[in-house]
């Protein structure tokens, strides 16, 4: 009788995951974040292109706007925004998202000076007394320079830009954060996961 | 009786120590760890599976609580059949012992 029970029990746990299984899944989407709005619930993000998050393209347009998750559960920790897209130390460029144009504007730049292989616990973008990542970008509008840390490029640069370029936000030169969005419905995420602040090794 | 009235005060005691560390371990409220993964590049069962775990974590943990005990099993048996056609029998034994 027991064993029937048990049996039982097991082909109806089985047949109803597979029928939810077998039901219409969601997909997943993942870019840069260029603005965040907490109070209106909303989360703009670019694309990346080739979906390869080892070498990412963020190129893809017009920006995608979502919904964030309603549960708070499902929520990850709140993005940081940023509009640099890309930097290009080989040929001196400087790629950032323009929202006057909602286009991509590619600045070439003088530099100043170049450190590479400099990780994230190095004591020039650490600080070891504070325990916390030193702030980035660093813009000096008196010398007109700016210092970039890219985490994944390994690569500390400051830069030399013309004055106009100095009376845009900060962010302007700053890398938003990452993150993977799970959907079933177009620009409503389900669940939302902040790739550049999720550690699954830290205890 | 004696015995158990030391073993139960014991335990209050580590009971005590326990809810004490709970309690200073509820500092900053932390943002809950959110994992969505990556099913962008996969195809197929993979991309199946990897959704199932986007959706929900309990048909995900069923599920795969559910396969494993069914593949061991179809894997025992498929062992059991290749075992006994090049000829190792674990049906019976014979003892070499006189």
Known sequence: ?203 | MCKLWTKLTGVMVMASFVVSDIALAAGEKASPLVIVADTRRLTGWEAWFANLYNESHVYFTLLTVITIPVVGVILGLIADLVMSHIGIDLKSRELAEH
């Open chain 1, 1 to 203: 009788m027991i064993k029937k029970l048990s049996l039982f029990t097991i082909l109806t746990v089985l047949s109803s995951v597979f029928i939810f299984a077998c039901g219409e899944l969601g997909k997943v989407d993942q870019g840069r974040v260029i603005e965040f709005d907490k109070e209106k619930g909303t989360v703009t993000i670019v694309r990346d292109k080739k979906a390869n998050s080892k070498n990412p393209d963020y190129s893809y347009l017009p920006p995608v706007i979502y919904e964030i998750p309603k549960d708070p559960k499902e929520m990850g920790q709140e993005p940081k925004t940023g509009k640099r897209m890309k930097l290009d130390t080989g040929n001196s460029q400087i790629v950032i998202f323009d929202m006057a144009t909602q286009n991509f504007k590619t600045i070439t730049y003088k530099l100043v000076e170049q450190k590479e292989n400099i990780g994230k616990e190095d004591p020039l973008v650490y600080d070891r007394a504070a325990d916390k990542p030193k702030n980035f970008p660093v813009i000096d509008r008196e010398k007109k320079t700016i210092t970039i840390y890219s985490k994944r490029q390994k690569v500390l640069t400051t830069l030399s830009l013309p004055t106009e370029y100095f009376t845009l936000p900060d962010n302007t030169w700053d890398s938003g954060d990452e993150v993977r969005i799970y959907y079933k419905e177009e620009g409503k995420a389900r669940r939302f996961m902040n790739v550049s602040k999720t550690d699954i090794f830290k205890k």
